[in-house]
């Protein structure tokens, strides 16, 4: 009897459980990372290591307590606050950017969209906006919109690191991996511990037959104590690419039995 063709197992399956099954080729995981490539790649972040927001060539903005929920009090206050400035002027790219950190901070991206579009459009030659514009739009997967944005970006000559990660991300979902490459590791020069850029670099690396590259990069990005799950997925499914199946399941596992003890514990929830 002819067996049925294999496909990517559902999400509900977890990474680990793969590598016990033998039926699966190392084809089979290129497959996988071809198949959520692009859920897998890392958006950047715009927080300093406090709670300061910083636009993209470093410019200061308002602080807004981004590690608090939506419905702080406080961040409703400063969310309003910039709101009623932003009513009255705004074509003002102060008040455009003020504004959307504001509401990107507390969760309300759509809506900071909304208002990034509004002052790009009104600001075409502003290379700030044009950058957060397209940082944001690439977070919604509106890549129409990233992809034109970031181009005034680079004309305009916004080279931060996040922005040069947001183009390499963009380059890389539409498969160009050799120029997403350049962008990933311009960006890393500047910041050289990001695990997003780590992250979508190694992707890259793994999407363009450098699996070698790419394990090298995530363990890299594991070492330094990297505590997105996503990090740990990808270095698995790299390593069960290279036939490496036995430290494949371990580090799958580990990642697995880490998060176990991270949701019952209860310093947990002041990380």
Known sequence: MKRPPLRPPTRSLHVSRLFRDRRFPASF?????????????????????????????????????????????????KVGQWAAAYAKNPSDPKMVLGYAYALKATGNKQQALTVLNSGFQANSGNGEIAAQLGRVALELGRTDIAQKSLAVAQQKGVTDWRTLSAQGTL?????????????????????????????????????????????TLLRQAVASGSTD???????????GLQGKYNEATQVARWGRARRRRTRTSPICAIC
């Open 29 to 77: 995981f290129r497959i996988l990372i071809l198949t959520t490539a692009a859920a897998a790649l890392l958006g950047g972040c715009n927080k300093t290591a406090g709670n300061g927001l910083i636009g993209a060539n470093g410019m200061a903005l308002p602080t807004v307590n981004s590690a608090a929920l939506s419905g702080d009090q406080s961040n409703r206050a």
């Open 229 to 239: 799950k996503r990090v740990r997925q990808n270095l698995a499914l790299v390593l």
């Open 171 to 215: 380059l890389a979902k539409k498969g160009d991996h050799a120029n997403a490459q350049r962008y990933f590791q311009a960006a890393l020069k500047q910041k050289p511990d990001s695990t997003s850029v780590i992250n979508n670099l190694a992707l890259s690396y793994a999407l363009d037959g450098k699996a070698k590259e790419s394990e």
